[in-house]
C-alpha cells in the first residue's frame, strides 16, 4: 500500500490548518451500492494496531480487517471539476459505483 506524494501534501496542509498533525484513517467496510465501501477520516491518533503508511513525513492508518482488501492499493488526492477528494485506487476492486467509494472484489 501506498500514500501518494499528492495525498501527503493535502495532509500537510491540513496539519496546517488545523494546527496539529492529522493522519487519514482509510477502512473498508460493508455496505454501498457495490458491497463494500471505503470510510476516509481525519485522526489525531493511531489505534495500536493499525498498519501505518507514511510518505514525507505524513502517515495513512489502516486497521488489521481492511488491509486484506486494500492491499497493492495507492491512497491519493485527486483536485477535479468534480471536486477534491482523497482516493483509493484499489487493484483488487473487480468492480465499483460511479462515484468510486464503494466496490466488489
Not at 494546527?19 to 477502512?27: F, K
Request: hydrophobic share 45%; net charge negative.
Amino acid at each position: 500500500m501506498v500514500l501518494s506524494d499528492t495525498a501527503a501534501r493535502r495532509l500537510a496542509r491540513l496539519a496546517e490548518a488545523e494546527g496539529h498533525p492529522v493522519m487519514l484513517r482509510v477502512a473498508v467496510e460493508g455496505g454501498g451500492c457495490s458491497g463494500f465501501q471505503y470510510r476516509l477520516d481525519l485522526v489525531e491518533a493511531a489505534e495500536a494496531d493499525d498498519l501505518l503508511i507514511q510518505t514525507d513525513g505524513q502517515t495513512a492508518l489502516i486497521d488489521p480487517v481492511s488491509v486484506p482488501f486494500l492491499k497493492g492499493s495507492e491512497i491519493a488526492f485527486v483536485d477535479e471539476l468534480a471536486g477534491a477528494q482523497f482516493v483509493v485506487r484499489n487493484p483488487n476492486a473487480a468492480t465499483s459505483c460511479g462515484c468510486g467509494v464503494s466496490f466488489s472484489i
